[in-house]
């Protein structure tokens, strides 16, 4: 049997997050169709978290005007959903007098964006404010308005958000058909299960096992990511093609954390904006990335030449930077489209079929004025067969987790007082409670693996990167879920740590 929706998104990254946190303020079934065991697995987990100011995009470009609303949206939407966010400021950095014109290109080019408050600085006037930038430094293009945000927190808040306001996500269904049927479109999915034991968990070939579900919608919405254009070219003659673009990066711990204040960029090539060196939110310092176009699309291993890259062009920008510091690597896919902009709305000749895709940086910064922009082109598409209303009873706001270490003693104590588990520290690096992670798994989407917990709370984001506190997790996520230890995953699928007894 088909389950019937208004609307379907596929992709629980940022940008179908905020989609689906738009289309729930009005009175329509909605669901988004994920194939990861968790929202935030694809793009969204595997990026710098810059909020960027606007001035990067070409002048008239969709970048240009996404990214300026949504960096003046974000500190609004941090308090509304309770995400970190901090507005620290950006510096675009130029090392040679011949390259000073590109820099005021990047300021006009600002300008016309609307971007407030840019400033080009003297080498001088740059070490003033960040005493750790190279002496090779000769200008600087200053961005007040830049900031940065916790990329697992922006996502999980507007997920959640529209969770609370009746969006349905379905995770572990990989979409594997969509067909254009009289006015509905029918989409046809592969279900796995979260939980099988590993001897069942594939068909003997690698591939996982799933069930057949079948979707129909009056409107799709294309948030894929990096495979966008598997999913356009199913309906439409005019092809797009997406290029993952790999990027590298390198986490540095929390003891060089204030080594720069801002976010420091290096005057932008054909590949991206180059490597940045920025403080997190949570207080690391992070370097990256690198941009290789691949052609696998889970292609995300990190590599010695891609690390060592990285690091020995943020020497450049900044002095004192050891690569001793690093506590781990990861790295991501960027979905670039070739013609280099995003691709935003409804499929010509497949209507009903809306394109959300091509969503490379500054995406993340984008997502809270892509997900309006989008939410209008939907509803006006559902306007044409009958009134779209907005809800009266729409949930604007969201509560976060409680995080024990940016509480007050006495904010703590009280916490405690009300539930003994926030007292029983699991994770000692981040400072991560018992509380917390039971929290995490009962929260409007729970998490149900290890990187779920981690993305929610941190429990294994430090110094020893999960190695003490890991098992003691595992214990708790088998405990709420009401399954065996062994069958606990890392990220779902077959990436389970226990095996079974020794004895």
């Known amino acids: 049997m088909k389950a019937m929706y208004d609307v379907l998104i596929i992709g629980a990254g940022v940008t179908g997050s905020a989609v689906a946190r738009e289309l729930s303020r009005y009175n329509l079934k909605i669901a988004v169709l994920e194939r990861a065991s968790d929202i935030c697995e694809g793009t969204s987990k595997a990026n710098s978290g810059i909020v960027h100011a606007g001035h990067d995009a070409k002048p008239g470009s969709l970048k240009a005007k996404l990214n300026v609303a949504g960096s003046q949206m974000m500190e609004a939407l941090s308090k509304e959903l309770d995400f970190s966010y901090r507005k620290n400021g950006s510096l675009v950095l130029c090392f040679d007098e011949a390259q000073k014109g590109a820099l005021e290109k990047l300021y006009q080019q600002g300008i016309e964006n609307g971007v407030k408050n840019l400033k080009v600085l003297t080498g001088d006037e740059t070490r003033q404010l960040e005493p750790e930038i190279s002496d090779t430094v000769v200008a600087a293009l200053y961005a007040p308005e830049g900031g940065i945000v916790c990329p697992f927190g922006l996502t999980i808040a507007l997920a959640e958000n529209a969770a609370m306001n009746g969006?349905?996500?379905?995770?572990?269904?990989?979409?594997?058909?969509?067909?254009?049927?009289?006015?509905?479109?029918?989409?046809?999915?592969?279900?796995?299960?979260?939980?099988?034991?590993?001897?069942?968990?594939?068909?003997?070939?690698?591939?996982?096992?799933?069930?057949?579900?079948?979707?129909?919608?009056?409107?799709?919405?294309?948030?894929?990511?990096?495979?966008?254009?598997?999913?356009?070219?199913?309906?439409?003659?005019?092809?797009?093609?997406?290029?993952?673009?790999?990027?590298?990066?390198?986490l540095m711990d929390k003891n060089v954390g204030k080594l720069v204040d801002k976010t420091i960029f290096q005057l932008p090539?054909?590949?991206?904006?180059?490597?940045?060196?920025?403080?997190?939110?949570?207080?690391?310092?992070?370097?990256?990335?690198?941009?290789?176009?691949?052609?696998?699309?889970?292609?995300?291993?990190?590599?010695a030449n891609g690390l060592s890259g990285i690091l020995d062009k943020a020497a450049l920008s900044v002095k004192q930077l050891s690569n001793r510091q690093t506590i781990t690597s990861f790295a991501g896919l960027r979905a670039h489209e070739e013609k280099g902009d995003f691709v935003i709305g409804e499929v010509k000749g497949a209507e009903g079929f809306v394109d959300v895709a091509g969503i490379e940086?500054?995406?993340?910064?984008?997502?809270?004025?892509?997900?309006?922009?989008?939410?209008?082109?939907?509803?006006?598409?559902?306007?044409?067969?009958?009134?779209?209303?907005?809800?009266?009873?729409?949930?604007?706001?969201?509560?976060?987790?409680?995080?024990?270490?940016?509480?007050?003693?006495?904010?703590?104590?009280?916490?405690?007082?009300?539930?003994?588990?926030y007292g029983n520290i699991i994770?000692?690096?981040?400072?991560?409670t018992e509380g917390e992670i039971r929290d995490a798994i009962k929260g409007p989407i729970g998490a149900k693996t290890l990187d779920g917990v981690k993305r929610r709370t941190r429990a294994g984001m430090g110094r020893c990167q999960a190695g003490f506190c890991s098992p003691k997790t595992v214990a708790i996520l088998a405990e709420e879920l009401g399954v065996p230890e062994e069958q606990i995953t890392k990220c779902g699928g077959a990436s389970r740590f226990l095996y079974g007894d020794t004895k």
């Open 361 to 421: 940086s500054p995406g993340l910064t984008c997502a809270p004025a892509t997900g309006q922009y989008v939410a209008d082109i939907v509803t006006k598409i559902l306007g044409r067969t009958g009134e779209v209303k907005e809800k009266t009873d729409f949930i604007a706001t969201r509560k976060g987790i409680p995080h024990i270490s940016e509480l007050s003693m006495e904010e703590r104590q009280k916490l405690i007082r009300e539930n003994p588990a």
């Open 269 to 303: 090539t054909a590949l991206g904006k180059g490597v940045l060196v920025t403080p997190t939110v949570h207080g690391n310092l992070l370097v990256g990335p690198s941009a290789e176009d691949v052609e696998d699309h889970e292609e995300i291993s990190t590599t």
């Open 167 to 250: 969006v349905e996500f379905i995770l572990n269904t990989e979409v594997k058909n969509i067909e254009k049927i009289g006015h509905e479109y029918q989409v046809i999915a592969e279900e796995y299960e979260p939980f099988v034991s590993q001897t069942d968990c594939n068909k003997g070939d690698g591939t996982p096992r799933g069930n057949r579900k079948e979707y129909e919608a009056q409107v799709v919405v294309n948030c894929a990511g990096v495979y966008a254009d598997v999913f356009h070219n199913m309906v439409s003659e005019e092809k797009i093609h997406i290029i993952p673009r790999k990027g590298e990066y390198c």
């Open 427 to 432: 994770c000692r690096c981040e400072m991560v």
